[in-house]
């Protein structure tokens, strides 16, 4: 299957462009890594120029660190230099430990 950054890549890149950049490095992450890595990853967060992405072991995770330039490149492409600064990639394990706590809850 074909993502809309394949088929019509100006269009695409404009759309990123005017969305906040936070929903942009989201809508791009499949883009970026490709169909079939996105189908088994997942964006978590995106703040101060860190994207967090969840991965199903520990095996993507070893060889998607190393794909992190390459991706950091990607992301610059089509949303401009400095926008993504790192990626981290982690297991669900790692994912949930450092999942931000619900807004308005105390913990106790």
């Known amino acids: 299957m074909q993502t809309a950054g394949s088929v019509f890549p100006e269009f ?13 490095v989201r809508m ?3 883009a970026v890594c490709g169909a079939k890595v996105a ?3 997942a964006t978590r967060e995106f703040a101060a120029g860190r ?15 190393e ?11 089509l949303l401009g230099k400095g926008k ?5 990639f982690e297991t669900g394990e790692q994912a949930a430990v450092q999942a931000p706590s619900p807004k308005g809850k105390k913990k106790r």
Not at 12 to 24: C, K, N, S, V, Y
Not at 54 to 64: I, N
Not at 68 to 76: G, I, M, S
């Open 12 to 24: 695409f890149a404009d759309l990123l462009r005017e969305t906040p950049l936070d929903q942009a």
């Open 28 to 30: 791009a992450w499949p």
């Open 39 to 41: 189908a088994r990853t």
């Open 51 to 65: 994207l967090r992405v969840e991965v199903p072991d520990h095996a993507w995770r070893v060889q998607l660190t």
């Open 67 to 77: 794909l992190e330039l390459d991706y950091r490149r990607e992301f610059a492409r």
């Open 84 to 88: 993504v600064e790192r990626i981290v």
